[in-house]
């Protein structure tokens, strides 16, 4: 069996790393701690002076992925590693000191080596730690803003333990472009090793029983009217049987089209200057709890809002700057107001991993499917908010024993009780778990917290809630990392209606709401053709709407 050019190029680079006369061979196994049995990882290593080294798989089958990025220039911000399949791979170093740092997706204890690189062949053998495995419970993970190729794609998801990607074929950034697989203006480090993006079909590719991708998916991005720069934003559609033949905006007709195949319509990021007018508009599915701004490196996009929620204090590590939980935060309050508002959005989670600096999956959701992994139930769960997103922990709650999504009825008056069992488990103790209600923490659980056979922590609450009327609750988990940063986990919600009565809106959130739909109208109105400004105006009446019936 021969050698892909790939594999060569891979080969020749490390070769090419070391050009001293005192070399060493790192030969690294990367193994399963309890079947001893080679794993899929992700790989960083470093020298002394920080310099990375890309590590290329032994085996003629094996393959070894080197990723470099860095889309802002910020100091800490650069993502360098290699993700290889379930074999042996390779080094040739200068002989010295190095940090081997190694990496699963979520559910595997991170391990990190310190390596003394000698003449001669150095053989070391690592076991990585299964710490949790929440797919024995029928949950399985995926993300929604993948920018990596699809050759590439066999390798991290499976270095990720991500079971489901739907990467973007057709992009666009321009007001007067289709969406199409050329590159895009917006890359900084030229273009992808792995080639353009490309269109196989509509048909999932299986890489095997538990992972699949969802080939066919649509970024508009829209950052120019024309030929002028004026930043709209961006949202997803996922899982589309056509490519789209609309100019976005208007958006209207593009949702009615990918509804009309069967696509789901992810928001992308809350604070896009379109994203509320989406809302209603455009009838969005999806919103990323977790998003591209997140990142395993240095949090990067530090400005505040220009008109941040009023109902909120956002964490700033100086006035006008978020800190990457205010970020979060932000994120959390829009999308609790929107749900008060009566708007059914099920969590997601991207990464934009293949631009940015961050590795595939590094926030993920996960998908209640039951077992074995079925995945028309997994879209279908994503859809419905069988699911909860996280960046570390995990979070399994069940409410009156069904998985979150699910809506209960109330036929009589309240109160009526709704018994909440929580499972927390992560790598450090969760600094909180939270139960809200209509967006308001209502039960805060702290300590209780055991240890569990592999180091790593287990919290497990049983609490029972009272609600009186039409509401949502989730559950949402904390855990404060050594730096400072905190990871979290947060649950979809379940709504329960009483009487058949809409959930009533919270006056601040809506008015806050319509401030913005105006102040953005007021922005780009002069700019968009008359079909685009209907719809803000059609926005901004839904919610002075819903401001009629506000408490």
Not at 49 to 59: A, I, L, R
Not at 355 to 382: I, M, N
Not at 471 to 490: E, I
């Amino acid at each position: 069996m021969t050698m892909s050019a790939r594999q060569i190029l891979a080969i020749s680079v490390c070769l090419l790393q070391c050009c001293t006369a005192s070399a060493g061979r790192l030969r690294l196994t990367i193994v399963d701690a309890d079947s001893r049995k080679p794993i899929p990882a992700r790989v960083y290593l470093t020298d002394t002076t920080g310099k990375p080294w890309f590590v290329s798989s032994e085996s003629v089958v094996g393959q070894a992925i080197p990723y470099t990025e860095q889309w802002v220039p910020i100091e800490g911000s650069l993502e360098v590693h290699t993700t290889v399949t379930a074999h042996a791979c390779v080094c040739e170093l200068p002989n010295g000191q190095y940090t081997l740092h190694v990496e699963r997706g979520k559910e595997y204890i991170p391990a990190t080596r310190t390596l003394h690189i000698e003449d001669g062949i150095n053989e070391h053998l690592l076991p990585l730690q299964r710490w949790s495995n929440v797919a024995e419970s029928g949950w399985y993970s995926g993300e929604t803003h993948v920018h990596r190729r699809l050759p590439e794609l066999p390798n991290v998801m499976q270095a990720e333990e991500l079971n489901v990607t739907f990467p973007v074929t057709f992009w666009t950034i321009q007001s007067d472009r289709l969406p199409d697989l050329q590159p895009s203006p917006l890359r900084r480090q030229g273009p992808s090793p792995f080639g353009p993006r490309e269109d196989r079909g509509a048909e999932p590719i299986p890489i095997d029983r538990d992972y699949v991708i969802f080939p066919r998916n649509t970024e508009y991005e829209i950052f120019s009217i024309g030929e002028q720069r004026h930043v709209l934003g961006a949202m997803f559609l996922l899982n589309h049987q056509q490519p789209f033949q609309q100019f976005a905006p208007p958006v209207g007709p593009i949702a009615e089209d990918a509804h009309r195949q069967g696509a789901l319509i992810d928001l992308d990021k809350h604070s896009w200057p379109w994203s509320l007018m989406l809302i209603p508009v455009a009838g969005v599915d999806l919103f990323e709890l977790s998003n591209n701004s997140v990142w395993r490196t240095q949090f990067g996009f530090r400005n505040a809002p220009a008109n941040p929620p009023t109902w909120v204090t956002l964490e700033e590590s100086a006035p006008g700057t978020l800190t990457e939980w205010g970020w979060l935060n932000y994120g959390f309050e829009m999308y609790y107001a929107l749900l008060n508002c009566g708007f059914r959005l099920s969590p997601s989670a991207g990464t934009a991993s293949g631009v940015h600096p961050v590795p595939l999956g590094h926030s993920r959701v996960y998908v209640q499917t039951g077992t074995p992994f079925d995945r028309e139930r997994w879209l279908d769960g994503l859809k419905r908010g069988r699911s909860f997103v996280t960046t570390g922990p995990m979070l399994q709650v069940t409410v009156n024993r069904e998985h979150p999504g699910q809506e209960f009825h109330v036929d009589g008056p309240g109160p009526a009780q709704f018994d909440v069992e929580i499972l927390s488990t992560s790598l450090r103790p969760a600094d909180r778990v939270e139960v809200l209600v209509n967006g308001r923490v209502v039960e805060t659980l702290k300590d209780a917290a055991s240890q569990t056979a592999t180091g790593t922590w287990r919290q497990e609450y049983q609490l029972p809630v009272q609600l009186n009327e039409t509401s949502w609750l989730a559950v949402r988990s904390v855990v404060r990392q050594p730096d400072g940063r905190r990871r979290f986990a947060h649950t979809a919600p379940w709504h329960i209606t009483f009487r058949d009565a809409p959930i009533q809106p919270q006056r601040k959130q809506v008015e806050y709401l319509v401030q913005q739909m105006q102040a953005e109208l007021e922005r780009s109105g002069s700019l968009l053709p008359p079909t685009a400004v209907a719809e803000y105006k059609q926005a901004l009446q839904v919610y002075r709407d819903l401001l009629r019936r506000a408490r």
